[in-house]
RNA sequence: GGCGAGGUAGCAAAGUGGUAAUGCACUGGUCUGCAAAACCGGUAUGCGCGGGUUCAAUUCCCGCCCUCGCCUCCA
């Protein structure tokens, strides 16, 4: 299975073929979460390309080195910890391991290395010392350390944004009455090192200017070095990471090392929901718990979040959860359909030649499972020899592994217990049915609805399925 | 104001210089006592608006409108 992988990339604005630089394995780095409370699923959706991504990459024959760090201290860990009466580490530890359970139950592979900031801290101040020694970097007199933004000329270029517009940025106003702002050279330049702060509690470590606590820009720099090198093949986050994040990493690491960082730039667009964006304060801010306590699996949210390209915003609606738990549905319908018994050989496409092309175009996930749909509409699962339908069976789950979608089981298949009441009202109905007393049947099948079920009848007899 | 993304059927969402995948919903038929399920069909003369190029545009070009994101620590 040959790797043909495309992705737009940000840099270039150009669709260009993912192969890796050794040769050998796919070297990716992805911004992880902030673990200072549960992630929604607009984080989530950048995740979930990001895997999709990989078992791409991994379907077609390369193997990965994925990496995902966790920011565990910045101003929301600190301050959160503290209102929590918490040790920092004591909390973030808490946050990722709720995060780690969301991750698995939304199928995500775990990194293969997933470094911490607050670990890395030695790495941080290493770099520092030598952005310094190249002149991008200054202390300021409080203790903060800062990078030089006008030492490097190519600032801005992956985020398309000119010196002049920097300066005039929205938020400069706002930035002008910090405080501590004042100890900038420049408003664009940003923070490396920052000085401890009375606010921070004891969260502080001790570096060659002074007590204090890494920026968060450089925590990614830092752990990139450290576990991808300075040239590495993909980096990957949300959008709104492009400006300043990414830029800035740029920045310190292309300034602190004479390699050309990361290759190729992935970006995920943002999730909106109902129409517009997430917010605590609208109130459409859903996590995987809130959407559990609706009813929702994690598959299912996964298989919504999959359902638009990731370079285009997508709109996320309860209606569209449905959705998800019917298609999935239809696709359990299938892969029942075609397993007779042999056993599954999950190699390649097979006849999803078509889905699969697709999806190795830019990661066109929703394009390539409309191609599934209609290749199993085409082929006709129920109808094929068994030959064919292991070779169907077997591309199929080729495609669900690359998408990482698991199935549910088939409704009908469903091993939820049917109450002895319940089943002894079936029974009655199904009694009255053979007596062709139709009225008393339809009541009772009315009464089982209201209760929740459905009858199915067959030749032979019924089944009580949980509506 | 600058930069970027997007506007395709009731909802969601692919795609293409030659006449619109797919999922949900809806709907006709077969089946059924009637249903459900399953299976077989149907459903955008139209792709934000107005121009232009072309034999042909939803797809290219120009202008406009609207939505969303970013503009110093938000995936």
Not at 7 to 29: A, I, N, Q, W
Not at 150 to 155: A, E, L
Not at 272 to 300: F, Q
Request: aromatic content about 8%.
């Amino acid at each position: 299975m040959p790797a043909h992988l495309t992705l737009h990339d940000t840099l270039t604005r150009s669709d260009r073929e993912v192969s890796p630089l050794d040769g050998k394995t796919l070297r990716f780095y992805c911004c992880g979460p902030t673990v200072y409370g549960p992630a929604h699923i607009g984080n989530f959706r950048t995740f979930v390309a990001q895997d999709v991504m990989r078992r791409v990459v991994e379907a077609s024959g390369t193997p990965t080195l994925h990496v995902r760090n966790i920011t565990d201290v910045d101003d929301k860990t600190i301050r959160d910890s503290l209102k929590a009466g918490q040790s920092l580490i004591e909390f973030t530890q808490g946050w990722t391991a709720k995060f780690h359970a969301d991750c698995d139950a939304l199928n995500l592979l775990r990194p293969h290395i997933e470094p911490s900031a607050v670990a890395h801290i030695p790495h941080q101040i290493a770099m520092i010392e030598k952005l310094i020694a190249n002149g991008h970097a200054y202390a300021a007199a409080d203790g903060s350390v800062y990078f030089r933004v006008s030492s490097y000329k190519d600032y801005g270029k992956l985020s398309h944004l000119e010196d002049r517009e920097l300066r005039l940025g929205a938020s400069e106003a706002a930035s002008a009455t910090d405080s501590d702002e004042y100890t900038k050279d420049s408003l664009t330049d940003f923070a490396l090192w920052k000085a401890r702060k009375s606010e921070d509690g004891e969260n502080f470590w001790p570096s060659p200017w002074g007590e204090g606590r890494p920026g968060w820009h450089l925590e990614c720099s830092a752990m990139i070095l450290e576990y991808l090198g300075e040239d590495f093949d993909l980096h990957s986050g949300g959008v709104d990471l492009i400006f300043p994040h990414h830029e800035n990493e740029i920045a310190q690491s292309c300034c602190s090392t004479h390699g050309k960082f990361a290759h190729h730039w992935m970006h995920v667009a943002h999730l909106m929901v109902d129409g517009g964006k997430m917010s605590k304060s609208i109130g459409n801010l859903y996590t995987l718990e809130d959407l559990a306590k609706r009813g929702y699996s994690a598959a299912e949210v996964r298989y919504v979040l999959i359902s638009g390209h990731y370079s285009a915003p997508l709109n996320f609606t309860m209606h569209s959860l449905d959705s998800a738990r019917q298609a999935l549905q239809k696709l359990a319908k299938a892969d029942k359909a075609l397993d007779r018994g042999s056993a599954l050989l999950p190699t390649n496409p097979g006849p999803f030649a078509e889905a699969w092309e697709t999806l190795l175009k830019d990661l066109n996930i929703p394009g390539a499972l409309g191609a599934i749909f209609g290749t199993l509409n085409k082929l006709k699962p129920a109808a094929l020899t068994s030959d064919e339908a292991a070779s169907t069976r077997g591309g199929l789950h080729f495609m669900l592994l690359a998408l990482g979608v698991t199935l549910p089981p088939v409704a009908e298949d469903s091993t939820t217990e049917v109450p002895a009441d319940i089943q002894a009202l079936a029974q009655q109905r199904w009694d009255a049915k053979q007596a062709k007393d139709w009225a008393k049947a339809d009541i009772l099948r009315k009464e089982l609805d209201a209760a929740g079920w459905i009858i199915k009848d067959s030749k032979d007899g019924f089944v009580v399925l949980a509506k």
